[in-house]
Every structure is written in structure tokens, then in C-alpha cells.
Antibody, heavy 120, light 107 residues
């Protein structure tokens, strides 16, 4: 059973950074990529970025590309999403999702979500 | 970046009725389009990939069609558990953008 387990919720002040982890289990880690998606309360899904766990290739959304960094640790089958210079608009639930790597596939396994609250 | 526009924003139907949801892309995404279902407090769930391929465990009442810029998700006969928000996502070009969602609500 493939699973993605994310780290717990975070409360941060404006200007701080947050690092969310996504641990994969139950499948070959390097056969897939990991996509990060966030969702503000009552809003839609926002694609943030993708990382290949095989070769480290990345793609970022223009909106956050100067503030987000995706990394992988193959020894622990964990992917990390770090977001810096947080603002109130970064308050959201952050999801990681498995990316099979084929254009005609979809995000077929999702983490449970991590709530990040930015508040003064 | 490719913009996906979903319509309608809200669709009010009764159980047993047929639902037709639309997703239009600002440029061709070939057949690289996926649909997701999201219920309150839950992560999204993959319903359709490659425009028309049902994901594992998805009932046959869900079907997808389309190519290029116009796509449709059809639910042939609504069950109570189908009322949710549905998102399309294009996977033809980076960034892999999402539509804004269609809320399917009980009439």
C-alpha cells in the first residue's frame, strides 16, 4: 500500500520560513516524482512545484519560484518543501502527491495535508 | 502558463441525474488532462487521467472525454457520495495548472 505521510501543522510569523516533509513508503521511491499543491481555506488547488526523486529535476510555479525549494533524501524516502519569506497569503493546507511521471497519468496518491498558518 | 476554465462554477442536481462538467484550456494540452474529486476536509482523489482513463477503483459511472482544449467529465447517474468539488489539471505543459473547480451540490 503506497502512502505519503506529511509532517505536522506549523504556525509561523510573517517573514519566517517553513519546511514540510513528505515521507513515501510502499513503493520504489525513485520511480516517481512528487508534486506539491496548496489550498487556501475555501479556495481551489494551486500547483506549486514538482521534483523528480530519480534525478532531482525540478519545476516551480512562477508565483513562488523565488521562495520555494524542493529537495529529496533518497536514504529516508522523504521529500521536503521549504517556503521562505512567508506572508499571510501563504496560509494554506499543503499537500504532496505522487507523480507517476507520464503526461497521461495523474496525481494518484496524496499525503494527508499539512496546515501552515502565518500569523503575527 | 496554461489557464483552465471550468464550468459551471456550481452545478445543482439530484441523485440519479446525469452530471456534465466542462474544462477548457487556453491552449492545447492534447489528452494530458486529469480530473480530481475533493470532499470537505479530505485530500483530492484522482478520478480520470489521460482525459478518459478511470483511475483505480473509480466506478464506471464516471467517464471523461475530450482532447486539445475542451474536456468533459460525465457522471452518468449521481450517487449521494458524488457530491463534491471537481478539479481538472493539465499535464501537457509546465506548470501543471489546475482549474478553479466545479462544486457539484445536491439540489
Amino acid at each position: 500500500q503506497v502512502q505519503l505521510v506529511q509532517s505536522g501543522g506549523e504556525a509561523k510569523k510573517p517573514g519566517a520560513s517553513v519546511k514540510v516533509s513528505c515521507k513515501a513508503s510502499g513503493s520504489t521511491f525513485t520511480n516517481y516524482g512528487i508534486t506539491w499543491v496548496r489550498q487556501a481555506r475555501g479556495q481551489g488547488l494551486e500547483w506549486m512545484g514538482w521534483i523528480s526523486t530519480e534525478n532531482g529535476n525540478k519545476a516551480y510555479a512562477q508565483k513562488v519560484k523565488d521562495r520555494v525549494t524542493l529537495t529529496t533524501d533518497t536514504s529516508t524516502t522523504t521529500v521536503y518543501m521549504e517556503l521562505t519569506s512567508l506572508t499571510f497569503d501563504d496560509t494554506a493546507v499543503y499537500y504532496c502527491a505522487r507523480e507517476p511521471g507520464l503526461a497521461d497519468s495523474g496525481l494518484d496518491v496524496w499525503g494527508q495535508g499539512t496546515t501552515v498558518i502565518v500569523s503575527s | 502558463e496554461i489557464v483552465l476554465t471550468q464550468s459551471p462554477v456550481t452545478l445543482s442536481l439530484s441523485p440519479g441525474e446525469r452530471a456534465t462538467l466542462s474544462c477548457r484550456a487556453s491552449q492545447s494540452v492534447y489528452r494530458y488532462l486529469a480530473w480530481y474529486q475533493q470532499k470537505p476536509g479530505q485530500a483530492p482523489r484522482l478520478i480520470i487521467s489521460g482525459a478518459s482513463n478511470r483511475a483505480t477503483g473509480i466506478p464506471a459511472r464516471f467517464s471523461g472525454s475530450g482532447s486539445g482544449t475542451d474536456f468533459t467529465l460525465t457522471i452518468s447517474s449521481l450517487e449521494p457520495e458524488d457530491f463534491a468539488v471537481y478539479y481538472c489539471q493539465q499535464r501537457g505543459n509546465w506548470p501543471h495548472t489546475f482549474g478553479q473547480g466545479t462544486k457539484l451540490e445536491i439540489k
